[in-house]
């Protein structure tokens, strides 16, 4: 069955960094896009960014040059390493692949993606 595990979630204080990791099993890990996704309290979801099969990046303008996604396909391991966090930080993070099919597909519903993990928490607070 396969899986996607989140862990590193933690509370915070402004100007910190943290960095967050997505474990995969049960699939082609290195086939498969890798997304981040954050979903604020009260607020619909957000696209954080990816990196595709080919390890290009892709970042939302919220977080590029303080966010940075790497993955190790050895491991089957996804990251995200968040700098400079701000209180607007704070959501549930989640991470999600899609099968590589050549466009990478910035989206933000779970139904867009063949596996969704179950998020965890980051609190930007001082």
């Known amino acids: 069955e396969a899986h996607l595990v989140e862990s590193g979630g933690d509370l915070v204080k402004p100007g910190d960094s943290l960095t967050l990791s997505c474990a995969a099993s049960?699939?082609?890990?290195?086939?498969?896009?890798m997304t981040w996704v954050r979903r604020p309290p009260g607020v619909k979801p957000e696209w954080v960014g990816a990196?595709?099969?080919?390890?290009?990046?892709y970042y939302a303008n919220s977080v590029k040059g303080r966010f940075s996604i790497s993955r190790d396909n050895a491991e089957k391991m996804v990251y995200l390493q968040m700098n400079s966090l701000k209180p607007e930080d704070t959501a549930v993070y989640f991470c999600?692949?899609?099968?590589?099919?050549?466009?990478?597909?910035?989206?933000?519903?779970?139904?867009?993606?063949?596996?969704w993990g179950q998020g965890t928490p980051v609190t930007v607070s001082s």
């Open positions: 990196i595709d099969r080919d390890g290009n990046t």
């Open positions: 049960g699939f082609a890990f290195e086939k498969y896009d």
């Open positions: 999600a692949g899609r099968y590589h099919i050549g466009t990478l597909v910035a989206g933000t519903d779970q139904a867009e993606f063949h596996y």
